[in-house]
């Protein structure tokens, strides 16, 4: 099974994540969690990633699409993968169909949690990550919607897309994702 977690900065996605991933044994790959690692192991990676992320805007598709694909190649013993926080451009949404199609895989559903953005905002200033501070959250809300909300669009057209309120509690989200999965 292959899951695509798909929602803005605060959407919920990695406390949704923790929950589908022990339910179905699937490896969860987020792709901000693995960067703010590269970034704590000051790997080549971590440092170039570095800069983008604290200024909110995208590490590029190259070093993404680098990073995910060494960890599939890599895996094995599990049921699929959670894919949390990409594919979060067009390109990188291609370039995962790619991937999977050399195993003759592809993605299952896309989860969609839509929040709307002051609440979106009033969490993520809540969180208090280090790129949770007012001008990062804006800017990472602003390329969310230029450069992955189009992503949507593309799975929808494919009839992947499942979409869910995130704007209830954690038990009532995932209850919603589990029963639109079955
Ligand atoms: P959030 O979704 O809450 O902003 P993430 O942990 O998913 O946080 O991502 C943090 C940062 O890591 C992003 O602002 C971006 O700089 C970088 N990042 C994560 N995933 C990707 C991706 N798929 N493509 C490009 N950059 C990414």
């Known amino acids: 099974m ?6 803005p900065p605060g959407a919920g996605k990695g406390t949704q994540a923790d929950l589908l991933k022990e339910k179905f044994n699937l490896l969860h790959l987020s792709t901000g969690d693995l960067l703010r690692e590269e ?12 800069e983008f992320m604290d200024a909110g805007e995208l590490v590029t598709d ?20 959670l894919f949390d926080g990409f594919p979060r451009t ?14 003759s895989k592809e993605v299952d559903k896309v989860i969609s949690l839509e929040v709307d953005d002051s609440i979106l905002i009033k969490r993520l200033l809540e969180r208090g990550r280090s790129d949770d501070n007012e001008s990062t959250i804006k800017n990472r809300l602003d390329v969310y919607k230029s450069q992955t909300l189009p992503i949507k669009d593309f799975y929808s057209k494919d009839n992947k897309l499942i979409q869910i309120k995130g704007n209830q509690t954690v038990e009532d989200v995932n209850s919603d994702i589990v029963s639109n999965l079955s």
């Open 2 to 7: 292959i899951l695509i977690l798909f929602g």
């Open 39 to 50: 970034v704590s192991n000051e790997t080549a990676l971590g440092i170039k990633a570095k």
């Open 62 to 81: 190259e070093l993404i699409i680098a990073m995910i694909k060494n960890k599939i190649d890599n895996t094995t013993s599990v049921n699929g993968f």
């Open 90 to 103: 067009i390109s990188q949404a291609e370039a995962l169909n790619d991937m999977l199609k050399n195993s």
